[in-house]
């Protein structure tokens, strides 16, 4: 599967809401933009996320795996980023300690 992390981001909003279009709205996607992202992921999965209805969608037991690890993938990226903020406060940290180059 080739996902981005605003798809997982994308399929937790809808989960979420139980809407597309509200999900579109928090994601400052259009409604088709949204569908035409999610029907992608079904297809890469091979299998359908999400139970369409007339008043929103409900996750498939696929869905609900899906909709595990999207969590897991999206904390995963966050603890990463802090971490590597670390490194770069550290980073900083010894710069500013070492003598600037005179010319």
């Known amino acids: 599967m080739k996902l981005e992390l605003k798809d ?11 809407s597309l279009t509200r999900a579109a709205e928090q994601c400052f ?9 999610i029907k992608a992921m079904e297809e890469e999965a091979g299998m359908p996320l999400l139970i369409r209805e007339a008043r929103g969608v409900r996750l498939t ?13 999206l904390q995963q990226a966050q603890q990463l980023e802090a ?7 550290a980073c900083a940290a010894t710069c500013a300690c070492l003598p600037t180059p005179r010319r």
Request: aromatic fraction near 12%.
């Open 8 to 18: 997982f981001l994308l399929f937790v909003q809808v989960a979420k809401t139980g």
């Open 29 to 37: 996607l259009s409604l088709a933009a949204t569908s035409a992202r």
């Open 61 to 73: 037991p696929p869905g609900e795996a899906f909709l595990f690890h999207a969590r897991a993938m």
């Open 83 to 89: 971490d590597l903020q670390e490194y770069g406060a």
